[in-house]
C-alpha cells in the first residue's frame, strides 16, 4: 500500500457512519410500536449488532495499517452524514430512513473500495465488499417490508 492516509479517512469516515447507525438502531429497537412491533424490534437488534462488530472491524483495521480510529461520539457525529434518529417515528418511517441511510453507506463503502484498489489495499476492500453485500441485502429486505 503506497499511501494509506486516504484509506485510513475512508475507514474512519465507516467508523463515524456505523457509530450513529449503532445509537440509531438502538433507538428504533426501543422505540418502535405497532403490528410489526415483534419482526422490527428482532431485526432491528440483528443490525445493532452487526453495526457493532463493523465498529470494532474498521478500527483494527486502522490500527493494522498505522492509524488511528475515531474513539468519541463527538467525532463521530462531526464525521457521519448519517443523522441520529428523530423521535416519534412511525415504524415505516424508521424503516425507511434506515433504507436511505443504508443507501448512503452502501455508496460510501464502493468509494472506499475502489480506493483500496488503486492503493493495492486488498484486505480493506474485501472487508468493505463484505458490507456492501450485507448491506445490499439488508436494504433488499427494508424496501421489500415497506412493500
Known sequence: ????KEVV???NKQVAEWTVLY???????????GPNFFSLHEKFEELYNEASVYIDDLAERILAIGGNPIATLK???????????????TANQMVEQLSKDFTTVIGQLEEG??????END???????????TSLEK????????LG
Not at 500500500?1 to 494509506?4: E, F, S, T, V
Not at 473500495?113 to 488503486?118: F, H, S, V
Open 1 to 4: 500500500m503506497n499511501n494509506n
Open 9 to 11: 479517512e475512508v475507514l
Open 23 to 33: 445509537t440509531k438502531l438502538h433507538n428504533y429497537h426501543w422505540y418502535v410500536k
Open 75 to 89: 467525532e463521530s457525529l462531526e464525521w457521519s452524514v448519517i443523522e441520529e434518529a428523530e423521535k416519534n417515528l
Open 113 to 118: 473500495i475502489q480506493l483500496a484498489e488503486k
Open 122 to 132: 486488498d484486505m480493506t476492500g474485501d472487508m468493505l465488499l463484505s458490507m456492501v
Open 138 to 145: 439488508h436494504n433488499w429486505m427494508l424496501k421489500s417490508f
